[in-house]
């Protein structure tokens, strides 16, 4: 067998045609590497105001495509020789030092990189032009880890987050991963925050060290974390305050003596203590460099307040009940006893309206309660109405989880088609939740919202009959990509009971946030030339935003929905269209063009933030 294979193998090797092809595989094969006959690219061409040229070139391609332009952008941004090539008083004896020393530089900065055995060769210097080629070499890779732990983190028990288990597990540097310096300051900060947002707000990076081995290309990373002692909050001290009492802050203060620290606990102190709308400046800090006893450090609440009273006037319009003047008045300390009255007056050119409510603070048990009332005129659709209420509400619970009840007394002028006015009355009571988890409060893009209410009024001596009315709403929000974004919108409405139910509580679609190319509350029940409040609600949207800019995006939707006087008869009408969205800094705005399939007609739309 062996004598045969011998044989053959001298015959192939004299063989003039097997020589020819085997020159022809080993240039195939050769071809087929990554650098074989690659030529460098050029990376940056340095040259400005002055004569001078210097042309830096990429010999190899690196592991990691995304690196030449960061490569690129390192070198645009911190090359000293920028500044040089502005100056027009540069002479070729210090040109000549500048493209001498540019070696060094280039390698300092893609050692930041996690190129540490680069290598910068100067191809050619004339009098004007210099070329450089820079050959990246093997990227660095993490090949060990060491995370050394002191402080009182090491006798907590294991369930007392941060733990060391949970910060190792979650080290963004991990062995095999590559290692530029942008990584490493990222991960001992992503580490070290960990440990400061909870429990060891006076934790500390002992000492750090990335021991590179350029011959391997290989980078062991040491760390020790010293996390001091695990702190509680103490005690609470208010500055500043002169016209209201500190159980103002107290009473919305979520956090009690003995807690563990937590950072984001100070912010939703802070956040709730501006919310009130007393104060111009809120800032809240914990005194964790200066612990009382049991490692205790206590809380300062600094405040400055906005004056107590203010006067503003308004002008606006809106697509859905025209132009507008407001006059607004404001007492942030009624009766000195940090009551906030907001009244106003809103003339429209089809809603008219006087309105005053008057909010008490928030009570040690966390309620809010609240005193309103009003007077409103509406004219749309030939149905003038004529409202009185006069109720107080209820509320408790956080920003995602609210809740309220209330009591309300109505009375109601109603004239249809100019005809004869008739008068309704309904004393209720009110039920109402909102749940709300959105990744942003202001601009969402993922999350949703969904509120619900149930008014019911069980007396017939105070009301013309004994009616139940209930709502719900829910908003969804959801990134389809990138830069695309689904946004969608469901409504429903039902009232059961008594046939004399004031039109108040009937309910009409159409409008900016109903039913977009339908005119303001036009969707109903029709009574000759007018339109009435139905019986039933259902109303709906698909939206779909593509952003063509951070801030700028184009918008397709539609929308379905109407009211009814039962739900035999409802017959949903449909609108569709385009339109543009900017992200405001006061939340989304919308601008929308829609053609209402039912009415033949297109109609100009406008929103203004997000609607809870």
């Known amino acids: 067998m062996t004598k045969d294979l011998t044989t053959h193998t001298s015959t192939y090797g004299k063989n003039p045609l097997a020589i020819y092809i085997q020159i022809i595989l080993y240039l195939c094969c050769f071809s087929l590497s990554p650098s074989a006959f690659a030529e460098p690219i050029t990376l940056i061409t340095l040259k400005k105001s002055s004569p001078y040229q210097a042309v830096i070139k990429l010999d190899i391609v690196p592991e990691d495509k995304n690196d ?9 941004q911190h090359l000293s020789i920028h500044e040089a090539l502005d100056n027009t008083r540069l002479n070729q004896s ?27 060769t100067i191809n050619s210097v004339g009098t004007k032009d210099a070329e450089l080629t820079i050959d990246l070499n093997q990227k660095s890779k993490v090949s060990a880890v060491n995370l050394n732990f002191i402080g009182e983190i090491r006798t907590e028990k294991n369930n007392q987050s941060p733990t060391v288990s949970s910060l190792t597990e979650n080290w963004l540097l991990p062995k095999g991963a590559f290692f530029y310096q942008e990584a490493w300051s990222q991960a001992k900060g992503e580490l070290l925050s960990s440990l400061l947002a909870k429990r060891y707000p006076n934790a500390k990076i002992q000492s750090s060290q990335a021991k590179v081995n350029p011959n391997t290309n290989e980078v062991a990373l040491d760390l020790t974390i010293n996390s001091g002692p695990s702190v509680r909050f103490g005690e609470i001290r208010i500055e500043g305050l002169t016209h209201y009492q500190e159980n103002l802050i107290h009473n919305i203060n979520p956090i009690k003596s003995g807690d563990v620290y937590n950072q984001s606990q100070l912010f939703l102190l ?6 009130t709308g007393k104060f111009s400046r809120v800032d809240v800090s914990a005194k964790t460099q200066q612990l009382a006893s049991n490692q205790l450090a206590d809380i300062v609440v600094s405040v400055r307040e906005l004056e107590q009273k203010r006067v503003s006037v308004g002008v606006g319009a809106s697509t859905n009940t025209g132009a507008r003047i407001v006059f607004d008045y404001t007492d942030l300390n009624l009766f000195e006893r940090g009551l906030l009255w907001k009244s106003s007056l809103r003339l429209e050119q089809r809603l008219q309206a006087a309105t005053s409510s008057i909010n008490f603070i928030t009570d040690a048990r966390g309620y809010r309660d609240s005193i309103n009332n009003n007077l409103i005129r509406t004219d749309i659709e030939g149905q003038v109405t004529t409202a009185i209420n006069n109720g107080v509400k209820r509320t408790w619970g956080n920003r995602n989880f609210e809740q309220f009840v209330g009591a309300n007394l109505l009375y109601e002028f109603l004239t249809i088609d100019n005809d004869s006015t008739e008068f309704n009355k309904a004393a209720t009571f009110a039920y109402g939740l909102s749940l709300r988890k959105l990744d942003n409060d202001l601009i969402p893009t993922k999350g949703a919202i969904f509120s619900s209410q149930l008014q019911f009024a069980p007396f017939e001596s105070l009301s013309d009959g004994r009616f139940v009315q209930s709502q719900a709403k829910i908003q969804a929000f959801y990134p389809l990509g990138k830069n695309t974004q689904f946004l969608g919108r469901l409504e429903a409405g039902i009232v059961a009971g008594s046939e004399n139910v004031p039109a108040t509580y009937l309910f009409r679609a159409g409008g900016d946030q109903s039913v977009r190319g339908y005119g303001f509350q036009t969707l109903g029940v029709k009574q000759g030339d007018a339109v009435l409040g139905g019986r039933v609600l259902l109303t709906g949207s698909t939206e779909l935003i593509q952003w063509l800019t951070p801030a700028w995006g184009a918008a397709a939707f539609i929308d379905f929905g109407n009211a009814a006087d039962a739900w035999r008869n409802y017959e949903p009408v449909y609108g569709y269209g385009l339109g543009a969205r900017w992200k405001s800094p006061v939340g989304p705005v919308g601008v929308d063009v829609a053609y209402g399939e039912d009415t033949k007609d297109y109609r100009l739309h406008f929103n203004l933030g997000v609607s809870f």
Do not use: C
């Open 68 to 76: 030449a332009s960061e490569i690129r952008d390192l070198l645009k």
């Open 94 to 120: 210090e040109w000549l030092r500048l493209i001498r020393s540019l070696p060094k530089e280039i390698n300092a900065l893609l050692a930041t990189l996690g190129y540490f055995s680069a290598s910068v």
């Open 270 to 275: 802070q956040s709730s203590v501006q919310e």
